[in-house]
Structures are given as structure tokens and as C-alpha cells.
């Protein structure tokens, strides 16, 4: 009987490779079906790219002896992202392009395979994306990694307040369930958990988000009084920035002369390239409250619905699978934001809840058999 020869990690790679880069195409080509003419035209640019880099492992995949790949259509993630855009539109989507971009631009280094062309097409892909729609100047500022205060904070706060609400009060509920068969006592305990959860989450998140806008705020003020005390040495200051990116110190002297002409303008542009931040885009604490508090009402509220019409054994069963499910889910969902494997993702999820769910319930197993 013949055995099925494994195929070589280097031909592992670049089929790898070539999955990627078609998948990049597949879905550029697909936001640039929702995108404005200037933008359409950017990401079928980025399109024509990626299906260069495909052909290439194509052809070296051929060359080196493996079979000829063939595209089975686009992962997971590439379909969420469209459809996603397709719904809420473009801008929805392009600040986890953005990111995705950028923690893939150097993918191709130590890559001897790889043309150097190829590489810094990859390294400039980020960059031509953060150009796109009318929020370009901040994901601008965030790509080079000057930007510290976006609203990526409240997707980030929502993703993992879920999780943390649904871990939490999972473990929670199976503690209690191991100590007590009292249903009433489990929810009651499920209920006081979500809610306490749910403000403690809430209120560390406004006093989190409002201390660093108030920190942020104070700098931006100083710089005023900076800005109206000593024109001239700020001026200096714009010019000297101005310099170190690589402009001529006489063009680099007229630009911070027109910039002063304008004290928003200048303040604007001291805060961001001196200070590393946006003016116009400070984080809203209420707006990181609510989204912390949200997410992590909805995350607890998972394990105590079975609950709500349910006792017993088959209440515990129902808790521990819809919370499987819902960990699963998060794990899937964060996989689209950090551009890892989204089994690995939800695999990982669902160990750790179901660890953590396990160990309380054993403890409270324990504690009730003691008191009782």
C-alpha cells in the first residue's frame, strides 16, 4: 500500500504564501466594490499587487515540484471583512486593515524566496490604506505609531469585556452549582454577578479613559500657553521637527512660518508631532463605560439564561454549552483583529474557560460538602 509522501516545510511555506497573498486580492477587490472612485482605485492597485506576489509562489511552487495550488475561496476572516464592509461600509473595517497590515508588513523578511520589491510592496500596503476615506490623517498618525488615543479602545474594551463577562460569571455560576443544587440560589448569584461585573467593568473604564483624556488635555493646554508665550521658539521647535523628516532647513524654516500664521493650526500640528497626539479624536469616557458595561452584561448574561427557565443537572449541561459556543464566537471574533488562526483562537477561548469553569466548580464542590 503506498503511503502518502508529506509534503516539504519550505513547499508548506510558499503554498502558505500564495494562500495568503489571493486571499489579500479576493478581498481588496471586494471593499473596492463599496469604496469612492479615489479609494476603488487604491485597493484595486493593492489587488493587482497581491495577485503579482501569488503568481510568483505560484510559479515557484511549480518550479520547486508541488502540485499547482488551487484557490478554494477566502478564509474566514477575508469573508467577515467584506461582509462587514458591505453592511456598515468601508471606513467599519479599514483601522483592522490598517493593523492587520502592519503586524504583516514584514512577513517576507529572511524570505531568500522573496524579491526585495516584493517585501517593501508589503511594508507600503498599510500605508496606502491608511489613506483611504475621511479619516485618513488619524489611522495615518497610528501607523506611525504616534497616535496613542483612538477609538480602536472601544472595540477592544466591547471584544474583551465579553469575554470577561462570560468567563467571570460562568466560573462564577459553577462555583456556586458545585457547592448548592439550590437553582434559585444560582441565579441569584448569576444575576448579583452580571451586575456587579458589569459597573465594576463600566466605572474602572470611564476613571481608566477619563484620567488619560484629562492627562492628554493638560499637555495640549501647556502647549498653548507655550504656543502664546513663545512663538519664536516654537516656531524653532516646528522647523527642527520639520528637519529631522528629511526636509531642507530653508523649506523646512518657510513651512513653520506658514504654519505659525494660524495658532490652531500650529497648536494642531505641535500637538501631534511633538506630543504624539490628535486634538479632534480624544477618547470618550462615557462612550468606553457604556461599551465595557454592555459587553460585559451581554457576555454574563450567557450562563444564567438556562436559569431563568431551568433547574438541575440540564441547567449546568445548557450553561457550560452555550457558554462553549459564546467563547468560541469571541475567539473567532478576535482572530479577525489580530490576524491569527481563528481555530487556534477559539480553541484556546474554550480551554481556558472551560479550566476556569472547572476548577471553580470542583472548589465549590469542595467549600459545600464542608459547610453542609
Known amino acids: 500500500m503506498a503511503t502518502k509522501t508529506k509534503e516539504p516545510r519550505y513547499l508548506k511555506r510558499f503554498r502558505e504564501f500564495w494562500e495568503s497573498e489571493i486571499s489579500a486580492a479576493w478581498l481588496y477587490r471586494s471593499l473596492a466594490e463599496v469604496a469612492d472612485e479615489e479609494g476603488a482605485a487604491t485597493l484595486k492597485r493593492l489587488a493587482d499587487a497581491e495577485?503579482?506576489?501569488?503568481?510568483?509562489?505560484?510559479?515557484?511552487?511549480?518550479?520547486?515540484?508541488?502540485?499547482q495550488p488551487t484557490y478554494s475561496g477566502p478564509p474566514f476572516r477575508e469573508r467577515v471583512l467584506a461582509r462587514i464592509a458591505r453592511r456598515f461600509g468601508l471606513e467599519s473595517v479599514l483601522p483592522i486593515l490598517v493593523r492587520l497590515e502592519a503586524?504583516?508588513?514584514?512577513?517576507?523578511?529572511?524570505?531568500?524566496?522573496?524579491?526585495?520589491e516584493m517585501g517593501q510592496e508589503e511594508v507600503q500596503h498599510g500605508r496606502s490604506l491608511a489613506t483611504?476615506?475621511?479619516?485618513?490623517?488619524?489611522?495615518?498618525?497610528d501607523i506611525e505609531s504616534r497616535h496613542r488615543v483612538s477609538s480602536g479602545g472601544v472595540l477592544r474594551a466591547a471584544t474583551?469585556?465579553?469575554?470577561?463577562?462570560l468567563v467571570s460569571?460562568?466560573?462564577?455560576?459553577?462555583?456556586?452549582?458545585?457547592?448548592?443544587g439550590n437553582a434559585h440560589i444560582i441565579l441569584l448569584a448569576g444575576v448579583a454577578g452580571l451586575f456587579a461585573g458589569a459597573f465594576s467593568m463600566g466605572s474602572g473604564e470611564w476613571i481608566s479613559v477619563k484620567s488619560q483624556r484629562e492627562l492628554y488635555e493638560r499637555e495640549i493646554e501647556i502647549e498653548r500657553h507655550e504656543l502664546e508665550a513663545f512663538p519664536d521658539e516654537e516656531r524653532d521647535e516646528l522647523a527642527l521637527i520639520y528637519r529631522t523628516k528629511g526636509i531642507?532647513?530653508?523649506?523646512a524654516e518657510k513651512l513653520a512660518e506658514r504654519i505659525m500664521l494660524r495658532p490652531?493650526?500650529?497648536?494642531?500640528?505641535?500637538a501631534r508631532e511633538e506630543l504624539g497626539l490628535d486634538p479632534s479624536d480624544l477618547a470618550s469616557p462615557w462612550v468606553a463605560a457604556i461599551s465595557s458595561f454592555v459587553a460585559f452584561a451581554i457576555g454574563a448574561f450567557i450562563p444564567v439564561l438556562p436559569y431563568l427557565f431551568m433547574t438541575g443537572g440540564g441547567a449546568i449541561l445548557l450553561a457550560a454549552v452555550l457558554s462553549g459556543i459564546a467563547l468560541s464566537l469571541v475567539g473567532l471574533g478576535i482572530s479577525i483583529l489580530t490576524g491569527r488562526s481563528g481555530f487556534v483562537s477559539a480553541f484556546r477561548m474554550l480551554f481556558l474557560g472551560a479550566a476556569s469553569a472547572s476548577i471553580t466548580y470542583g472548589v465549590g464542590s469542595l467549600v459545600g460538602a464542608s459547610i453542609s
Request: net charge neutral.
Open 51 to 67: 495577485d503579482r506576489h501569488a503568481a510568483h509562489w505560484a510559479a515557484l511552487l511549480q518550479k520547486s515540484g508541488g502540485v
Open 103 to 116: 503586524a504583516d508588513a514584514r512577513k517576507y523578511v529572511g524570505v531568500p524566496e522573496a524579491p526585495t
Open 132 to 141: 483611504i476615506g475621511k479619516n485618513a490623517p488619524s489611522r495615518i498618525a
Open 160 to 165: 474583551f469585556g465579553i469575554n470577561d463577562g
Open 169 to 180: 460569571n460562568l466560573s462564577l455560576i459553577m462555583g456556586v452549582a458545585g457547592g448548592t
Open 248 to 251: 531642507e532647513p530653508g523649506a
Open 264 to 270: 490652531s493650526a500650529a497648536l494642531d500640528t505641535l
